[in-house]
């Protein structure tokens, strides 16, 4: 299921695929664990069935989905 608008952190769960010019290739989500201020995204590549280790920042991903990488001024 390719989520059509940005994703939300809630909203990125097990089964999702995302994608965006800051990830790889569009990834099939695996896992979602978070760090703090970050997520960390484990999920498998749709063209090439690689895994990839993603970690994003909450705020970064709210205000900018995965299109580029997060302000570091976004509130921790």
Known sequence: MTSPTRPIPEQIKR????????LPEPLAVLTVDAYGPALKIVGRGVKTNQLHDVTARICGIAQNGFGRQGSRRCAA
Do not use: K, M, R
């Open 15 to 22: 089964g999702l695929t995302l994608e965006g010019p800051f």
